[in-house]
């Protein structure tokens, strides 16, 4: 079986024997796509990707592999490769930024009538993100932290319901805070480091982007 980067199996962890028709946006090379075709025979897969290079490389892979017949591909942006009679009931978005990832939702929520669980992973502006996704009516599932290559990645589970979250929650994850690993302490301890920085040298002209890093600085405090 493939072996999976630190952060690609931190995703795949998320996939279970539930999920029946997945896509895959963003595949790139397609490794995460071949990994969960192989290890659930019986999850459809869909791999898609806006970068023509990428999905051809894909392609190359899922044919060295004999899947061709497993997994389908697909080269356009997000969700506007999904069809009707696909019935998508998961989605897997890695590596994108968060500003993208609400964009691809927000503006294709047609495209989520099935759609019971989205397993996402980005590492800009978590609080956007959080708070973005579940006001589309998904809540958040589970949260993991995985460290690869010294780097310190988040993976964001949503399913289809509904809850409320107070801001701390947001910015830093409830899952995550009830957790509380060595991850967790390791990550913010290093954010609090940076605010900290950027409130000493930001414009005083900003005032009020520097009054949320201030408390933002606040929540970093009291946790760590």
């Known amino acids: 079986m493939n072996r999976l980067s630190c952060r690609l199996a931190a995703v795949a962890s998320f996939i279970d ?39 051809q490389g894909a392609i190359n892979n899922i044919k060295k592999n004999n899947l061709e017949v497993r997994i389908e591909t697909r080269l356009g942006k997000g969700l506007d490769v999904l069809k009707e009679e696909d019935k998508i009931d998961t989605i897997i978005i890695s590596g994108m930024g968060a500003n993208t990832i609400v964009g691809m939702l927000k503006y294709s929520r047609n495209k989520l009538i099935n759609v019971n669980k ?19 009516n998904y809540y958040i599932a589970d949260e ?8 310190i990645y988040t993976v964001i589970v949503f399913k289809k319901g509904k809850k409320r979250y107070a801001y701390k929650q947001l910015y830093l994850g409830p899952v995550l805070l009830e957790k509380k690993d060595t991850l967790f302490k390791e990550k913010y301890r290093k954010d609090l480091n940076t605010l900290k920085m950027i409130v000493k040298n ?19 405090e009291k946790i760590i």
């Not at 930001?202 to 982007?209: A, F, K, Q």
């Open 118 to 136: 989205i397993i996402v992973q980005s590492n800009t502006d978590l609080y956007f993100l959080r708070k973005n996704i579940t006001s589309i």
């Open 17 to 55: 024997n539930n999920d029946k028709v997945m896509i895959d946006i963003g595949c790139d090379h397609a490794l995460l796509s071949i990994f969960l075709a192989k290890r659930y025979p019986n999850l459809k897969v869909i791999a898609s990707d806006i970068n023509k290079n990428a999905l």
């Open 202 to 220: 930001i414009d005083e002209g900003h005032y009020w982007y520097k009054l949320k890093l201030k408390k933002n600085i606040r929540i970093l």
């Open 144 to 151: 993991l932290l995985v460290k690869d290559n010294g780097i």
